[in-house]
Every structure is written in structure tokens, then in C-alpha cells.
């Protein structure tokens, strides 16, 4: 795998939130070739992967509340926005241009093991094709982006399945995107967020289509409707093969939202509706990207 991506070529990874197309950070070419694999547009900047701390601060600029939150967080599914320090090891193209990067400490053991034989920084969107649900899954990765990579390794389904929590940490701290590290969870250790903006191009994530199956999503569903696919949340909804947590539980249900959405989504429905989803604990990541899904956020 290390050997590939010092050769320029795209492999797929898994992590614990969703499975990544991985290049080189470095490599410009390399980095181009996932943005032809995904049919990404060209301003939407990457996230870079690194083994450890110490790695992540020889590419961007940590400050005090970086570092308070990597010593928590990290092995694990919380992306840090910040200066970029050294702009070689994550190249132009791969952060689109700006002065900062977006970086995370994966805690999937294949990819720290893959993180730690490279060295320096791989940049891995999720192994989808644009504006697609990830893959939470290897089999549903390659289905996505099988013919574009060099390796693949097979690490089981996601623990998390979905993307991580991407945090701003440019001026005031911003919530860009959530994730499985909550709100809570970070105004407990840096105090209060400020709203994230609305500005698309600070984190071109908050695109509103986005993680998209081909059918309609209809959301706040209390049953299908004929023709319909339904994914049911609880214990007291309409028996189908994708109750995304029967017991009521967020983690379970994040965990299985993208590879249920796809699996629906194969059965070609009218529609895919959605049980209603409590805001709390991860149900903020969860809304937010079936209003995503929904086409509903601008
Ligand atoms: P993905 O690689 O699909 O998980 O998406 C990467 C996420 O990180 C997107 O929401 C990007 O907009 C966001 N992101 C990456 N780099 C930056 C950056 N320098 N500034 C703000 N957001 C970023
Ligand atoms: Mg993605």
C-alpha cells in the first residue's frame, strides 16, 4: 500500500468512518486522478490523513485548542481546519487552493498501519463517486471505485459509517461539518462554537446534494407509501429489512445509514422515506446528511 502511494497510484482504505480513495497528499498528479476518479469538482479541498500528532504538526500550524482536542480525540473521527504549514506535503490542488488544511488522525488499525509505513500525508475522500452516499463497506467501495485504484484493503464494515466531524479552527472554532465527535463534546473542551456560515466554499461538504442515492429522499416518514423503500428507526415502526437501529440507538443507526441507503436504493423505489430521527447525540450528523441526501440544505 505505502509502496503504491510513493508510486503516484490511488489504493482504498478503510477508516472507522467510511472507506477513502487515498492518494499521495503530495503527489499532485495522484491527487488529480481522485478528483477525475470521484467526478469531484476541483474546489472541493481534501481532508489529509497522518499516523500521529507529531505528523499532523509538521503539516499544519496546531494551535492550544488543536492540540486540546487532538490529545482527546485523536486516533478517531474528528477533523481539525487549520494554517497550513507545510504546503509541499499537502499540495495546492489538494486543499484547492486555500492557506489552510483540513487533517485527522485515523484510528482504523489498517489505515494507521498504511499511515505509518508512507510518512507523510495521504488525503482520502470517501471512496464515492461525487454527490454518492460513502461506502461503508468494501464491497460497497469497490463497487464505486473499482476500476480507478491499485490496492485495496478489506478492513470490515465501518465502525463509525460516517464522515467525520469537521472543525474550523481558523478564527472563531466552527462547526463545519457534524460527525460522531458531537458539538457538546468539543464546547466542553474549547467552549462555545460559532455558527458556521453559510459560505458553501468555507467547507464545500455543506453542498446541498450531497451523499446522494438515485431515488428521492423523503424524510420524517412514519411508513412507506406505495413503490416506496423505507428505513424505519425505533421499535415501533413498519416492519422492512432496513430498521436502521430497532432499539432507538444513533450509533447503530449512523452506522448503518449509508449502507442501508444503498441497499434501498438498489431495489429502484419511488422513494426512499426516512424515519423520524432525534436531533440528539449523533443525530445531528445523521439529519444533516439525510437532509443532504433529501436535497434540502442550501
Ligand atoms: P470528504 O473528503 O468527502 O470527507 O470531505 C472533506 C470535507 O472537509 C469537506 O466538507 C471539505 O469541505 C472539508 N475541508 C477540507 N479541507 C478544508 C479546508 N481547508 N477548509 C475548510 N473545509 C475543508
Ligand atoms: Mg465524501
Not at 459509517?161 to 474549547?190: K, M, N
Request: hydrophobic share 45%; net charge negative; charged share 20%.
Amino acid at each position: 500500500m505505502a509502496q503504491a502511494l510513493r508510486a503516484g497510484r490511488l489504493v482504498m482504505l478503510p477508516t472507522e468512518t467510511v472507506y477513502g480513495l487515498a492518494a499521495d497528499g503530495a503527489d499532485a498528479h495522484a491527487v488529480a486522478a481522485i478528483y477525475a476518479a470521484k467526478g469531484r469538482p476541483s474546489f472541493n479541498p481534501l481532508i489529509a490523513h497522518v499516523a500521529d500528532l507529531a505528523a499532523a504538526e509538521r503539516v499544519a500550524v496546531l494551535d492550544d485548542r488543536a492540540r486540546t482536542l487532538a490529545a482527546q480525540f485523536w486516533p478517531g473521527p474528528l477533523t481539525l481546519v487549520a494554517p497550513i504549514r507545510d504546503a509541499g506535503a499537502v499540495c495546492d490542488l489538494a486543499r484547492a487552493g486555500l492557506d489552510t488544511v483540513a487533517i485527522r488522525v485515523p484510528s482504523h488499525p489498517a489505515a494507521r498501519a498504511v499511515l505509518a509505513a508512507f510518512g507523510g500525508a495521504v488525503v482520502a475522500p470517501s471512496a464515492n463517486r461525487s454527490g454518492r452516499p460513502s461506502p461503508t463497506t468494501w464491497a460497497d467501495a469497490m463497487e464505486e471505485t473499482g476500476f480507478a485504484i491499485a490496492a485495496s484493503l478489506d478492513g470490515g464494515a465501518c465502525a463509525i459509517g460516517l464522515e467525520s466531524t469537521v472543525l474550523g479552527l481558523i478564527d472563531q472554532p466552527r462547526l463545519l461539518r457534524p460527525g460522531a465527535v458531537t458539538r457538546p463534546q468539543i464546547e466542553a473542551l474549547i467552549g462555545p462554537l460559532a455558527e458556521a456560515g453559510d459560505d458553501a466554499r468555507r467547507s464545500p461538504g455543506r453542498l446541498a446534494r450531497h451523499y446522494s442515492p438515485n431515488a428521492p429522499v423523503r424524510l420524517e416518514a412514519e411508513g412507506p407509501r406505495e413503490g416506496e423503500a423505507f428505513l424505519g428507526f425505533g421499535p415501533d415502526v413498519p416492519a422492512t429489512p432496513w430498521n436502521l437501529s430497532p432499539a432507538g440507538d444513533a450509533a447503530e443507526a449512523a452506522a448503518n445509514l449509508f449502507s442501508y441507503l444503498r441497499a434501498a436504493d438498489r431495489t429502484e423505489p419511488s422513494a426512499i422515506a426516512v424515519a423520524p430521527i432525534p436531533e440528539a447525540g449523533l443525530g445531528e450528523a445523521i439529519n444533516d446528511r439525510l437532509r443532504r441526501a433529501a436535497g434540502f440544505v442550501g
